[in-house]
Protein backbone atom coordinates (compact mmCIF):
# COMPACT_ATOMS: atom_id res chain seq x y z
CA UNK A 1 0.00 0.00 0.00
CA UNK A 2 1.05 3.60 -0.65
CA UNK A 3 2.31 5.66 2.14
CA UNK A 4 -0.50 8.52 1.53
CA UNK A 5 -2.60 6.00 2.86
CA UNK A 6 -1.38 6.01 6.70
CA UNK A 7 -0.89 9.64 7.21
CA UNK A 8 -4.47 10.52 7.80
CA UNK A 9 -3.64 14.69 6.50
CA UNK A 10 -2.06 12.91 3.47
CA UNK A 11 -4.59 15.97 1.56
CA UNK A 12 -3.91 18.96 3.63
CA UNK A 13 -0.21 18.91 2.62
CA UNK A 14 0.91 21.37 0.02
CA UNK A 15 2.38 19.50 -2.92
CA UNK A 16 5.61 19.37 -2.50
CA UNK A 17 5.84 18.42 1.03
CA UNK A 18 4.14 15.17 -0.26
CA UNK A 19 6.78 15.09 -2.69
CA UNK A 20 9.19 15.56 -0.04
CA UNK A 21 7.37 12.69 2.30
CA UNK A 22 7.39 10.44 -0.91
CA UNK A 23 11.26 10.74 -1.63
CA UNK A 24 12.27 10.30 1.97
CA UNK A 25 10.66 7.67 3.81
CA UNK A 26 11.86 4.07 3.70
CA UNK A 27 10.11 1.39 4.42
CA UNK A 28 12.09 -1.16 6.94
CA UNK A 29 11.28 -4.54 7.89
CA UNK A 30 11.37 -5.94 11.83
CA UNK A 31 11.98 -9.25 12.70
CA UNK A 32 9.85 -10.28 15.58
CA UNK A 33 12.24 -9.66 18.53
CA UNK A 34 14.05 -6.57 17.11
CA UNK A 35 14.51 -3.13 19.41
CA UNK A 36 13.06 -0.95 17.07
CA UNK A 37 14.23 1.81 18.61
CA UNK A 38 15.83 2.78 22.22
CA UNK A 39 15.23 5.96 23.69
CA UNK A 40 17.47 8.77 23.71
CA UNK A 41 20.42 6.40 22.15
CA UNK A 42 18.79 6.61 18.48
CA UNK A 43 16.18 9.00 16.55
CA UNK A 44 15.29 6.84 13.72
CA UNK A 45 12.37 9.06 12.62
CA UNK A 46 9.20 8.93 13.13
CA UNK A 47 7.23 5.52 13.16
CA UNK A 48 4.68 4.65 10.31
CA UNK A 49 3.45 0.74 11.42
CA UNK A 50 2.44 -1.20 7.99
CA UNK A 51 2.06 -4.78 9.18
CA UNK A 52 2.99 -6.44 12.72
CA UNK A 53 2.81 -6.02 16.14
CA UNK A 54 5.56 -3.27 18.19
CA UNK A 55 5.88 -2.66 22.20
CA UNK A 56 6.51 0.47 23.70
CA UNK A 57 7.50 0.07 27.29
CA UNK A 58 9.95 2.07 29.70
CA UNK A 59 12.93 0.18 31.62
CA UNK A 60 13.62 1.17 35.17
CA UNK A 61 17.59 1.78 36.31
CA UNK A 62 17.30 -2.25 38.02
CA UNK A 63 15.54 -3.67 34.24
CA UNK A 64 12.44 -3.85 35.18
CA UNK A 65 10.20 -3.36 32.30
CA UNK A 66 6.45 -2.07 31.70
CA UNK A 67 4.59 -1.99 28.72
CA UNK A 68 3.18 1.50 27.54
CA UNK A 69 1.10 0.39 24.50
CA UNK A 70 1.14 -1.65 21.39
CA UNK A 71 1.42 -0.45 18.12
CA UNK A 72 -0.52 -2.12 15.22
CA UNK A 73 -1.23 -1.87 11.32
CA UNK A 74 -1.53 1.90 10.94
CA UNK A 75 -0.45 3.29 14.02
CA UNK A 76 2.41 6.30 14.26
CA UNK A 77 4.41 6.67 16.91
CA UNK A 78 6.24 10.09 17.16
CA UNK A 79 8.32 8.97 20.58
CA UNK A 80 11.18 7.41 17.97
CA UNK A 81 11.74 10.64 16.90
CA UNK A 82 11.88 12.30 20.12
CA UNK A 83 15.15 14.26 19.32
CA UNK A 84 12.72 16.56 17.28
CA UNK A 85 10.29 16.77 20.60
CA UNK A 86 10.90 19.68 22.45
CA UNK A 87 9.99 18.85 25.90
CA UNK A 88 9.88 15.00 26.23
CA UNK A 89 12.19 13.89 28.93
CA UNK A 90 11.60 10.51 28.59
CA UNK A 91 12.89 7.37 26.95
CA UNK A 92 10.67 4.76 25.16
CA UNK A 93 11.93 1.55 24.27
CA UNK A 94 10.09 0.29 20.99
CA UNK A 95 10.65 -3.55 20.58
CA UNK A 96 8.44 -6.13 17.19
CA UNK A 97 6.77 -8.34 19.47
CA UNK A 98 5.95 -9.98 15.53
CA UNK A 99 7.65 -9.68 12.73
CA UNK A 100 6.57 -5.60 11.67
CA UNK A 101 7.36 -3.63 8.56
CA UNK A 102 6.91 0.14 9.28
CA UNK A 103 7.61 3.38 7.40
CA UNK A 104 9.99 5.76 8.45
CA UNK A 105 9.90 9.73 8.18
CA UNK A 106 13.29 10.90 8.78
CA UNK A 107 13.39 13.09 12.14
CA UNK A 108 14.94 16.41 10.30
CA UNK A 109 12.16 15.58 7.74
CA UNK A 110 9.31 15.57 10.45
CA UNK A 111 10.82 18.87 11.94
CA UNK A 112 10.46 20.51 9.45
CA UNK A 113 7.06 19.68 8.40
CA UNK A 114 6.12 20.34 12.37
CA UNK A 115 7.79 24.16 11.60
CA UNK A 116 5.80 24.51 8.44
CA UNK A 117 2.35 22.49 8.46
CA UNK A 118 -0.43 23.65 10.20
CA UNK A 119 -2.35 20.29 9.78
CA UNK A 120 0.46 18.11 10.17
CA UNK A 121 1.09 20.03 13.50
CA UNK A 122 -2.47 19.55 15.13
CA UNK A 123 -2.27 16.36 13.67
CA UNK A 124 1.10 15.46 16.06
CA UNK A 125 -0.68 17.28 18.84
CA UNK A 126 -3.53 14.53 18.30
CA UNK A 127 -1.12 11.79 18.32
CA UNK A 128 0.74 13.17 21.82
CA UNK A 129 -2.85 13.09 23.10
CA UNK A 130 -3.43 9.82 22.24
CA UNK A 131 -0.63 8.35 23.70
CA UNK A 132 -0.48 10.45 26.58
CA UNK A 133 -4.53 8.89 27.33
CA UNK A 134 -3.02 5.66 27.07
CA UNK A 135 -0.17 6.26 29.43
CA UNK A 136 -2.96 7.77 31.67
CA UNK A 137 -5.16 5.21 31.78
CA UNK A 138 -2.01 2.70 32.21
CA UNK A 139 -1.22 4.82 35.24
CA UNK A 140 -4.91 4.53 36.77
CA UNK A 141 -4.76 1.01 36.49
CA UNK A 142 -1.52 1.07 38.32
CA UNK A 143 -2.22 3.23 40.88
CA UNK A 144 -5.61 2.25 42.01
CA UNK A 145 -6.50 -1.26 40.40
CA UNK A 146 -5.95 -4.89 42.18
CA UNK A 147 -2.98 -6.76 40.75
CA UNK A 148 -5.28 -10.16 40.13
CA UNK A 149 -7.57 -7.68 37.87
CA UNK A 150 -4.95 -6.51 36.08
CA UNK A 151 -3.45 -9.47 35.64
CA UNK A 152 -6.76 -11.02 33.95
CA UNK A 153 -7.27 -7.75 31.60
CA UNK A 154 -3.93 -8.91 30.17
CA UNK A 155 -4.24 -12.52 29.83
CA UNK A 156 -8.26 -11.85 28.23
CA UNK A 157 -6.09 -9.53 26.10
CA UNK A 158 -3.43 -11.64 25.06
CA UNK A 159 -5.95 -14.22 24.28
CA UNK A 160 -7.62 -11.76 21.79
CA UNK A 161 -4.54 -10.39 20.19
CA UNK A 162 -3.35 -14.14 19.53
CA UNK A 163 -6.48 -15.70 19.34
CA UNK A 164 -6.40 -18.76 21.53
CA UNK A 165 -6.30 -19.32 25.09
CA UNK A 166 -3.20 -21.35 24.98
CA UNK A 167 -0.69 -18.14 25.68
CA UNK A 168 3.04 -18.81 24.96
CA UNK A 169 4.53 -16.72 27.62
CA UNK A 170 6.72 -16.91 30.17
CA UNK A 171 6.11 -15.61 34.23
CA UNK A 172 8.86 -13.14 33.58
CA UNK A 173 7.92 -11.44 30.19
CA UNK A 174 3.94 -11.25 32.15
CA UNK A 175 5.96 -9.40 34.57
CA UNK A 176 7.59 -7.11 31.95
CA UNK A 177 4.61 -6.16 30.66
CA UNK A 178 3.26 -5.58 33.53
CA UNK A 179 6.15 -3.96 35.43
CA UNK A 180 6.35 -6.14 38.43
CA UNK A 181 8.51 -8.84 39.37
CA UNK A 182 7.94 -12.47 38.43
CA UNK A 183 6.98 -13.59 41.92
CA UNK A 184 4.32 -11.66 42.25
CA UNK A 185 3.38 -13.19 38.82
CA UNK A 186 3.85 -16.50 39.46
CA UNK A 187 2.09 -16.51 42.93
CA UNK A 188 -1.18 -15.23 41.51
CA UNK A 189 -0.86 -17.51 38.32
CA UNK A 190 -0.56 -20.01 41.05
CA UNK A 191 -3.78 -18.58 43.03
CA UNK A 192 -5.64 -18.19 39.52
CA UNK A 193 -4.74 -22.15 38.47
CA UNK A 194 -6.01 -23.06 42.07
CA UNK A 195 -9.21 -21.15 41.70
CA UNK A 196 -9.46 -23.34 37.99
CA UNK A 197 -9.15 -20.15 36.23
CA UNK A 198 -5.93 -21.53 34.12
CA UNK A 199 -3.79 -24.12 33.60
CA UNK A 200 0.09 -23.67 33.87
CA UNK A 201 2.82 -25.96 32.05
CA UNK A 202 6.54 -25.21 31.17
CA UNK A 203 6.32 -21.57 29.00
CA UNK A 204 2.74 -21.39 28.81
CA UNK A 205 -0.50 -20.44 30.28
CA UNK A 206 -4.02 -21.53 29.32
CA UNK A 207 -6.90 -19.94 30.10
CA UNK A 208 -9.56 -22.62 31.18
CA UNK A 209 -12.39 -20.08 32.79
CA UNK A 210 -12.55 -17.43 30.49
CA UNK A 211 -16.05 -16.59 32.61
CA UNK A 212 -14.46 -16.27 35.79
CA UNK A 213 -11.11 -13.85 34.62
CA UNK A 214 -13.68 -11.97 33.04
CA UNK A 215 -15.66 -11.85 35.95
CA UNK A 216 -12.56 -10.64 38.07
CA UNK A 217 -11.91 -7.82 35.89
CA UNK A 218 -15.42 -5.51 36.86
CA UNK B 1 1.82 42.53 34.17
CA UNK B 2 -0.14 42.70 30.96
CA UNK B 3 -1.27 39.39 29.34
CA UNK B 4 1.20 39.31 26.68
CA UNK B 5 4.00 38.99 28.97
CA UNK B 6 3.02 35.49 29.90
CA UNK B 7 2.66 33.95 26.36
CA UNK B 8 6.45 33.17 25.09
CA UNK B 9 4.91 32.94 21.84
CA UNK B 10 3.13 36.17 21.31
CA UNK B 11 5.28 38.26 19.45
CA UNK B 12 4.84 35.75 16.55
CA UNK B 13 1.10 36.09 16.80
CA UNK B 14 -0.72 38.08 14.35
CA UNK B 15 -2.09 41.58 15.29
CA UNK B 16 -5.49 40.14 14.93
CA UNK B 17 -4.71 37.32 16.85
CA UNK B 18 -3.27 39.46 19.49
CA UNK B 19 -5.85 41.71 19.84
CA UNK B 20 -8.57 38.90 19.67
CA UNK B 21 -6.53 37.23 22.90
CA UNK B 22 -6.43 40.75 24.95
CA UNK B 23 -10.25 41.18 24.27
CA UNK B 24 -10.95 37.63 25.58
CA UNK B 25 -8.74 36.95 28.49
CA UNK B 26 -10.19 37.48 32.06
CA UNK B 27 -8.28 37.63 34.88
CA UNK B 28 -9.80 35.23 37.74
CA UNK B 29 -8.93 35.06 41.58
CA UNK B 30 -9.57 31.67 43.11
CA UNK B 31 -8.92 31.40 47.21
CA UNK B 32 -6.50 28.31 48.34
CA UNK B 33 -8.98 25.55 48.33
CA UNK B 34 -10.89 26.53 45.02
CA UNK B 35 -11.65 23.96 42.94
CA UNK B 36 -10.83 26.10 39.51
CA UNK B 37 -11.61 22.80 36.99
CA UNK B 38 -12.77 19.53 37.36
CA UNK B 39 -12.47 16.89 34.89
CA UNK B 40 -14.98 16.70 31.73
CA UNK B 41 -17.94 18.11 34.27
CA UNK B 42 -16.56 21.82 33.00
CA UNK B 43 -14.35 23.40 30.36
CA UNK B 44 -13.55 27.14 31.92
CA UNK B 45 -10.25 27.22 29.06
CA UNK B 46 -6.79 27.63 28.79
CA UNK B 47 -5.07 28.60 32.33
CA UNK B 48 -2.62 31.04 32.45
CA UNK B 49 -0.85 31.29 36.43
CA UNK B 50 -0.47 34.78 37.58
CA UNK B 51 0.34 34.04 41.09
CA UNK B 52 -0.10 31.45 43.66
CA UNK B 53 0.41 27.53 43.53
CA UNK B 54 -2.34 25.03 42.23
CA UNK B 55 -2.07 20.61 42.04
CA UNK B 56 -3.10 18.83 39.29
CA UNK B 57 -4.60 15.70 40.54
CA UNK B 58 -6.62 12.62 39.35
CA UNK B 59 -9.14 10.92 41.25
CA UNK B 60 -10.15 6.98 41.18
CA UNK B 61 -13.79 6.05 41.71
CA UNK B 62 -13.07 5.43 45.55
CA UNK B 63 -12.52 8.71 45.91
CA UNK B 64 -8.34 8.25 45.79
CA UNK B 65 -6.51 10.91 44.56
CA UNK B 66 -2.76 11.55 43.29
CA UNK B 67 -1.28 14.85 42.28
CA UNK B 68 0.15 14.92 38.47
CA UNK B 69 2.08 18.26 38.99
CA UNK B 70 1.67 22.13 40.42
CA UNK B 71 1.33 25.23 39.00
CA UNK B 72 2.88 28.19 39.61
CA UNK B 73 3.26 31.93 38.07
CA UNK B 74 4.02 31.76 34.52
CA UNK B 75 2.61 28.85 34.15
CA UNK B 76 -0.24 27.28 31.11
CA UNK B 77 -2.22 24.67 31.95
CA UNK B 78 -4.08 23.41 28.49
CA UNK B 79 -6.14 20.54 30.17
CA UNK B 80 -8.64 22.98 31.81
CA UNK B 81 -9.57 23.65 28.15
CA UNK B 82 -9.43 19.93 27.39
CA UNK B 83 -13.06 19.87 25.57
CA UNK B 84 -11.08 21.55 22.60
CA UNK B 85 -7.86 18.98 22.97
CA UNK B 86 -8.93 16.34 20.44
CA UNK B 87 -7.77 12.14 22.26
CA UNK B 88 -7.56 13.44 25.44
CA UNK B 89 -9.85 10.99 27.75
CA UNK B 90 -8.44 11.24 31.08
CA UNK B 91 -9.77 14.07 33.94
CA UNK B 92 -7.81 15.93 35.47
CA UNK B 93 -8.88 18.46 38.32
CA UNK B 94 -7.26 21.64 39.66
CA UNK B 95 -7.33 22.88 42.69
CA UNK B 96 -5.92 25.98 44.77
CA UNK B 97 -3.62 25.27 47.17
CA UNK B 98 -2.58 29.01 47.99
CA UNK B 99 -4.74 31.90 46.64
CA UNK B 100 -4.20 32.28 43.22
CA UNK B 101 -4.59 34.55 40.23
CA UNK B 102 -4.97 33.49 36.56
CA UNK B 103 -6.21 34.85 32.74
CA UNK B 104 -8.03 32.44 31.58
CA UNK B 105 -8.26 31.93 27.34
CA UNK B 106 -11.93 30.78 26.79
CA UNK B 107 -11.61 27.68 25.10
CA UNK B 108 -13.38 28.53 21.60
CA UNK B 109 -10.48 31.19 20.85
CA UNK B 110 -7.79 28.52 22.00
CA UNK B 111 -9.34 26.32 19.57
CA UNK B 112 -9.68 28.75 16.54
CA UNK B 113 -5.65 29.69 17.27
CA UNK B 114 -4.88 25.95 17.20
CA UNK B 115 -6.45 26.07 13.84
CA UNK B 116 -4.89 29.08 12.57
CA UNK B 117 -1.77 29.92 13.71
CA UNK B 118 1.14 27.38 13.60
CA UNK B 119 3.61 28.98 16.41
CA UNK B 120 0.70 28.55 18.94
CA UNK B 121 -0.24 24.81 17.71
CA UNK B 122 3.93 24.23 18.18
CA UNK B 123 3.45 25.71 21.64
CA UNK B 124 0.67 23.59 22.51
CA UNK B 125 2.66 20.97 21.43
CA UNK B 126 5.62 22.23 23.86
CA UNK B 127 3.01 22.51 26.78
CA UNK B 128 1.39 19.19 26.22
CA UNK B 129 4.73 17.41 26.12
CA UNK B 130 5.96 18.87 28.88
CA UNK B 131 2.83 17.60 30.85
CA UNK B 132 3.53 14.26 29.31
CA UNK B 133 7.11 14.00 30.68
CA UNK B 134 6.19 14.81 34.45
CA UNK B 135 3.55 11.97 34.06
CA UNK B 136 5.78 9.84 33.15
CA UNK B 137 8.76 11.10 35.67
CA UNK B 138 5.46 10.44 38.12
CA UNK B 139 4.49 7.11 36.65
CA UNK B 140 8.54 5.92 36.96
CA UNK B 141 8.62 6.65 40.63
CA UNK B 142 5.68 4.90 41.56
CA UNK B 143 6.56 2.13 39.55
CA UNK B 144 10.03 1.57 40.42
CA UNK B 145 10.62 3.37 43.87
CA UNK B 146 10.61 2.39 47.37
CA UNK B 147 7.73 4.15 49.31
CA UNK B 148 9.69 5.81 51.70
CA UNK B 149 11.93 7.22 49.25
CA UNK B 150 9.15 8.95 47.84
CA UNK B 151 7.87 10.07 50.93
CA UNK B 152 11.47 11.31 51.40
CA UNK B 153 11.44 13.07 48.51
CA UNK B 154 7.63 14.40 48.86
CA UNK B 155 8.47 15.94 52.23
CA UNK B 156 11.90 17.77 51.47
CA UNK B 157 9.97 19.35 48.50
CA UNK B 158 7.22 20.52 50.74
CA UNK B 159 9.80 21.84 52.96
CA UNK B 160 11.23 23.76 50.36
CA UNK B 161 8.02 24.97 48.76
CA UNK B 162 6.89 26.20 51.89
CA UNK B 163 10.35 27.79 53.52
CA UNK B 164 9.93 26.03 56.46
CA UNK B 165 10.75 22.34 58.48
CA UNK B 166 6.90 22.62 60.11
CA UNK B 167 4.36 21.07 57.71
CA UNK B 168 1.11 21.80 58.20
CA UNK B 169 -0.38 18.76 56.88
CA UNK B 170 -2.50 15.52 57.85
CA UNK B 171 -1.17 12.62 56.91
CA UNK B 172 -5.12 12.10 54.68
CA UNK B 173 -3.36 15.07 52.55
CA UNK B 174 0.20 13.60 52.21
CA UNK B 175 -1.44 10.27 51.49
CA UNK B 176 -3.59 12.20 48.86
CA UNK B 177 -0.52 13.68 47.15
CA UNK B 178 1.09 10.65 46.83
CA UNK B 179 -1.74 8.59 45.57
CA UNK B 180 -1.92 6.16 48.65
CA UNK B 181 -3.71 5.36 51.42
CA UNK B 182 -3.68 7.26 55.12
CA UNK B 183 -2.47 4.25 56.81
CA UNK B 184 0.46 3.57 54.63
CA UNK B 185 1.76 7.49 54.71
CA UNK B 186 1.25 7.02 58.95
CA UNK B 187 3.27 3.74 58.97
CA UNK B 188 6.19 5.34 56.69
CA UNK B 189 6.01 8.65 59.25
CA UNK B 190 5.89 6.81 62.40
CA UNK B 191 9.23 4.82 61.29
CA UNK B 192 11.11 7.98 60.15
CA UNK B 193 9.85 9.44 63.85
CA UNK B 194 11.73 6.24 65.22
CA UNK B 195 14.88 7.02 63.35
CA UNK B 196 14.63 10.97 64.21
CA UNK B 197 13.82 12.32 60.82
CA UNK B 198 10.44 13.96 61.64
CA UNK B 199 8.53 14.71 64.68
CA UNK B 200 4.75 13.99 64.66
CA UNK B 201 2.50 17.09 66.24
CA UNK B 202 -1.08 17.10 65.39
CA UNK B 203 -1.78 18.31 62.37
CA UNK B 204 1.95 18.73 61.29
CA UNK B 205 4.98 16.97 60.31
CA UNK B 206 8.69 18.62 61.70
CA UNK B 207 11.81 17.53 59.41
CA UNK B 208 13.92 16.94 62.18
CA UNK B 209 16.81 15.43 60.09
CA UNK B 210 16.77 17.11 57.23
CA UNK B 211 20.69 15.30 56.07
CA UNK B 212 19.18 11.84 57.36
CA UNK B 213 15.78 12.44 54.64
CA UNK B 214 18.22 13.50 51.69
CA UNK B 215 19.99 10.40 52.15
CA UNK B 216 16.56 8.22 51.81
CA UNK B 217 16.64 10.24 48.35
CA UNK B 218 19.35 8.45 46.44
Known amino acids: ?35 VHNGSLDCM ?10 RAYILSDEGREITLYRLFDHDICLFSASCMLRNIEFDVIIESEKDAAAWIIPPQLFGKLMEESLPFSNYANELMSSRFSEVMWLMEQVMWKRFDQRLADF ?14 LTHEK ?3 HMGTAR ?6 LRYFQSEGMVKLTRGAVELTDLKKLQALQS
Request: with cysteine; glycine share 6%.
Open 1 to 35: MEFSNYLPIWNKLTPQQQQSLQDAVVQMNFPAGTI
Open 183 to 188: EVVTRM
Open 174 to 176: IAN
Open 45 to 54: GVLVVCSGQL
Open 155 to 168: LIQESQLEGTTVLR
